[in-house]
């Protein structure tokens, strides 16, 4: 059963009106017209529930749902018939006061959201906002909807930035005047603020002398002959830039900072670091650039401060599935033939099925990059085949074969590593099997 809320607990009306700007339509003016807006307006407590102890009812906990007004045909703000929703009621729209005294809440509001009707294909919208209705107040939406703010100027603001402009304009014209008249001559302005680094300074000569050069700032130097180790260069001949800043508020803390143009041939940049204090330079340190090469697997590459190349510290071609080109001679086959290189170990691992016995059995030759060391014998790997064992065998040339030691028939194990000399690939076997770890 629905009834009123009890008589001593306060409320407020809300009004309002809302209509849609369009162009001027077939009027006898040319002004732009107006058309009721159509859609609801949502009123939602912005506490769960209100309670009171001393309602005219008796103690009662008001639980909170949002009540949703409707927009008559001449866009006033009504209270839709319960028994119809549709139907347009009486204009104005009654809520619990924010502020009754016979309830426990205190300092809550309504928060106030628009829906409306598109018009000519638009939607009009309206941001949602708070309102607080008194008790027994008539509170107009008109009044209460956020007012909207505009980039522009107006006529105030544009008088008053003509007024500094045309003020500004006659204080140059004098400043010009009293240029014109010798009044500046000789004068000196104030000193501005310490800018950022400009262009470098060229250390050519004396000037190339590191140990010397304590004056903060940045340097570069050309590829010559004045790049020494008797200079205190971290290295011979190679050009680049140098920065000098001072660690401490004291003179003489000083950083050098040095950094080498790419190499010719690899592009790798070299990167040293020394401090001083006063009179005593420390080494050089140096930081080395490492260069990653997926062309063939996966190899690492770090700058070598001694030999003045690039060092292979890492690298690992996954296992290659080689089984399709592996054998030269005729009706052997096998369904497991794989190699793989990390580092500068091979890995190697076949299964020949069983046939009639062999002693020696030829196979391909092996690509640059997995070949064995030099040496008569080349690199060997222990065979097994039935009670018989075997010699694997791959040469610094390429050239690989088996040999067994005795004929039985049997299938051939072949799996072990040896080590190889040779660079890092250019180009891999067979087809990947699987993918390089990340270790």
């Not at 009123?43 to 906990?61: A, K």
């Not at 008053?160 to 008249?181: G, H, K, N, Q």
Request: net charge negative; hydrophobic share 40%; with cysteine.
């Amino acid at each position: 059963m629905q009834t009123s809320i009890p008589s001593n607990i306060t409320t407020g009306r809300v009004v309002g009106r809302f209509v849609v700007g369009v162009a001027d339509g077939p009027d006898e003016d040319e002004r732009p017209d107006v058309v009721p807006a159509q859609g609801r307006v949502t009123f939602t407590p912005t506490v769960p529930h209100i309670p009171s102890l001393d309602s005219s009812d008796g103690s009662m906990t008001i639980l909170t749902t949002p009540t949703v007004a409707v927009l008559d045909e001449n866009g006033f703000l009504v209270a839709p018939d319960q028994a119809a929703p549709g139907f347009e009621g009486r204009r104005g729209l009654l809520l619990i006061a924010t502020d009754s005294p016979h309830i426990l809440v205190q300092d809550w509001t309504y928060t106030v959201s628009y829906d409306f009707d598109p018009v000519n294909g638009v939607k009009p919208v309206l941001a949602s906002h708070p309102l607080t209705l008194l008790t027994d107040a008539v509170r107009d939406l008109t009044e209460a909807v956020d007012v909207p703010s505009s980039p522009g100027l107006g006529t105030e603001q544009a008088e008053a930035l003509v007024a500094r402009a045309e003020a500004a304009a006659t204080a140059a014209a004098s400043v010009r005047e009293d240029a014109d008249a010798g009044l500046f001559a000789g004068a000196e302005g104030k000193k501005g603020d310490p800018g950022g680094f400009a262009q470098a300074t060229n250390l050519t000569g004396a000037a190339a002398q590191l140990d010397d050069l304590l004056t903060p700032g940045l340097y570069c130097a050309n590829d010559g002959a004045d790049i020494t180790l008797a200079n205190n260069w971290p290295l011979v001949g190679v050009g680049g830039t140098l920065q000098v800043t001072q660690w401490s508020t004291q003179p003489g803390y000083i950083i050098q900072s040095f950094t080498a143009r790419g190499g010719k041939t690899d592009g790798s940049i070299r990167h040293w670091v020394r401090s001083c204090n006063p009179a005593e330079w420390q080494p050089w340190s140096f930081f080395p650039a490492t260069r990653t090469d997926q062309t063939a697997g996966r190899a690492i590459y770090m700058r070598n401060e001694l030999t003045n190349r690039e060092q292979l510290i890492y690298g690992d071609t996954g296992w290659r599935d080689i089984k399709a080109d592996i054998l030269e001679v005729t009706g052997i086959t096998t369904d497991n033939a794989r190699i793989c290189r990390v580092g500068s170990e091979v890995f190697i691992a076949i299964i020949l099925p069983s046939s009639a016995p062999y002693t020696t059995l030829t196979l391909k030759s092996f690509l640059s990059g997995f070949r064995g060391t030099a040496g008569s014998a080349g690199s060997r790997v222990i065979t097994s085949r039935g009670g018989n064992t075997g010699v694997f065998l791959v040469s610094s040339t390429g050239a690989a074969s088996i040999v067994q030691t005795g004929s039985a028939a049997g299938e051939l194990n072949i799996f072990g590593s040896y080590r190889t000399t040779d660079p890092w690939p250019t180009t891999l076997p067979g087809t990947a099997v699987g993918t390089i770890p990340n270790l």
